[in-house]
């Protein structure tokens, strides 16, 4: 609700809450508020009700048109401001007050104590000198040089900084902590300090929004950590350098470097001959663009390559060189050769010996196999004859009593007779 003091009249003290607002009361408000926050749109309206019916609906209505022309969501009519309940008369009263201007001037709480007024003494002499023209020093007065200065203006001259930073390996740490000289002390003139400062300082900062900006889009893009993603654009940068310089420098002679090189293929190399091999042409920035990013014409390349060719001396060693790497590469295709076989060779050994072991436990296998075959019917045989006996258990039991148990001499008999071998112990 809009601060007592807009009101033409006092709130009476009857009047304790929204609910007990007169409609002149709310009417007188709105309007008042409505004139603070767009004069042309409240200037027509009257902050208070005529007596009459018809006078009341056209100012209600006006007013409510006036409401909405500023943004208020709600319904609202004539009938909110003559017969207007608690809850409609809040919700547009509060709209209203939101929709006030704030005073921004003092609004900003500060520090208090010393710090307080030492920021507002800055800030005095800071808008004392905005406020101030510019005067040649020569025509400064006493005020305007404790303002400005009684000297010339020094020219902002900057110089690289080696700010230490944690991380990195020992040997920087250790250099960071010793041998590094202070950063006050790293421009060659002391007044140099503070722009050197600004000057890295926005360069920090110009390549850190840089970075969150590329990372903020082709970074999340590739869906790759930060330390890979650079790893990648670096890589990739190196191999278009090294693309433009292949294709910019003619081929180097064959055979090993003997001496210096030839300044003849230096100046077709580096263009200082200014002739069809010049590495990299003056020009604008988008003629350098096009030759970095387009290919050479394979004329234009050809011709490159013959003249470098053209300007290097005969020489005996780059003759004898072909024959020469052809004799080293037939020796060492031969050793590699002698290698193989010997390697194969003992490998064939060790498949024959590996054939006889092999042999050998089949032939052991066969022999346990038969063995054990001899004695599974030595057993059948001699559980098929105690079968045939009379009381069998009996038997059983005196066979294992011996000799000793009356009537086993007629067992093991029987069994003689029978051809079971070995039954006796």
């Known amino acids: 609700m809009c601060p007592p003091a807009t009101f033409a009249r006092p709130v009476p003290p009857e009047i304790q809450s929204v609910r007990d607002f007169p409609p002149e009361l709310v009417v007188e408000a709105a309007v008042r508020c409505v004139r603070v926050v767009r004069p042309a749109l409240g200037a027509p309206l009257s902050t208070l009700l005529p007596p009459g019916m018809s006078a009341r609906f ?25 017969y207007s309940s608690e809850h409609d008369t809040r919700r547009l009263l509060l709209f209203l007050v939101e929709k006030l201007p704030r005073d921004e001037a003092g609004g900003g709480a500060e520090p208090p104590g010393k710090s307080g007024a030492l920021l507002r003494a800055i800030g005095a002499c800071i808008r004392d ?38 991380g990195g390996p020992p040997e ?26 600004l000057e890295t300082h926005a360069a920090q900062l110009s390549a850190r929004h ?18 890979e993603y650079v790893g990648r654009k670096r890589l990739r940068a190196r191999l278009r350098a090294l693309e433009s310089l292949r294709q910019a420098c003619p081929p180097r002679p064959h055979g090993p470097p003997e001496g210096p090189l030839d300044p003849a293929w230096l100046q077709g190399a580096f263009g200082a001959g200014g002739g069809a091999g ?35 001396p005969p020489s005996k060693g780059s003759e004898e060189a072909p024959g020469m790497r052809q004799a080293g590469e037939e020796a060492s295709l031969e050793a590699t050769l002698a290698q193989l076989e010997a390697a194969i060779e003992g490998r064939r050994g060790e498949a024959r010996a ?10 052991e296998v066969r022999q346990g196999h038969l063995a054990l075959g001899g004695r599974q019917d030595a057993l059948r045989l001699k559980a098929r004859a105690l079968e045939l006996l009379p009381d069998a258990h009996g038997n059983m039991a005196k066979l294992q009593v011996g000799w000793g148990v009356p009537g086993g001499g007629q067992v093991w008999g029987l069994l003689d007779s029978l051809g079971v071998t070995g039954a006796r112990l």
């Open 278 to 312: 010049g590495a990299l042409p003056k020009g604008s920035r988008f003629t350098r663009t096009q030759h970095l990013t387009h290919k050479q014409d394979p004329q234009v390349l050809l011709q490159q390559v013959q003249a470098a060719v053209e300007t290097l």
């Open 210 to 227: 840089d970075w969150e900006a590329e990372w903020g889009g082709a970074g999340l893009a590739s869906r790759l950590p930060p330390q």
């Open 129 to 166: 000198q905005l406020g101030t023209p510019w005067v040649p020093p020569n025509c400064r007065t006493p005020r305007l040089q404790r303002l400005q200065g009684t000297s010339y203006l020094q020219p902002f001259s900057t110089c690289p900084l080696v700010l230490p930073h944690t």
């Open 354 to 363: 590996a054939q006889l072991g092999l042999a050998q436990v089949e032939a």
């Open 58 to 82: 056209r100012l209600a209505s006006d007013l409510a048109s006036a409401c909405q022309e500023l943004g208020f969501g709600g319904d609202v009519g004539y009938q909110t401001f003559l």
């Open 172 to 197: 920087l740490q250790e250099y960071f902590r010793g041998a590094a000289p202070p950063v006050p002390a790293q421009p060659p003139r002391p007044a140099g300090a503070p722009p050197a400062l």
